[in-house]
């Protein structure tokens, strides 16, 4: 089956930078959507940023749009969570996410097929 594994997480100071990534094995090629989660202490889990590979089209929520992006290489081998100008607020445990459904938004958890164990990322 379809195993995710994030890597990257650590602490980071306001407006600094981090870049989470997510080992994809096999090669997602047919996966039709993949994304990050997070889940603030307190919260519940969201979705933050999706990828359409076959198009490389993204989708963001409203919290990370214009600060994160999520990029893939071309054998879909690894995903990526580049973040910028973080905010304390943007402290949680990380997912990495893929679905077999196509989703031309921010991904839902309940169309999510496989989910990684998670990185932790602290802004403060």
């Known amino acids: 089956h379809v195993q995710l594994v994030e890597s990257g997480g650590g602490s980071v100071q306001p407006g600094g930078s981090l870049t989470l990534s997510c080992a994809v094995s096999?090669?997602?090629?047919?996966?039709?959507?993949m994304a990050w989660f997070r889940q603030a202490p307190g919260k519940q889990r969201e979705g933050i940023a999706s990828?359409?590979?076959?198009?490389?089209?993204?989708y963001y929520a409203d919290s990370v749009k214009g600060r994160f992006t999520i990029s893939r290489d071309n054998t879909y081998s690894k995903l990526y969570l580049q973040m910028t100008d973080v905010k304390p607020e943007d402290t949680g445990m990380y997912y990495c996410?893929?679905?077999?459904?196509?989703?031309?938004?921010?991904?839902?958890?309940?169309?999510?097929?496989?989910w990684g164990q998670g990185t932790q990322v602290t802004v403060s």
């Open positions: 996410a893929a679905s077999l459904q196509y989703a031309p938004a921010v991904l839902r958890e309940e169309e999510v097929n496989y």
């Open positions: 096999p090669y997602g090629w047919t996966l039709r959507c």
């Open positions: 990828i359409v590979p076959n198009d490389f089209d993204t």
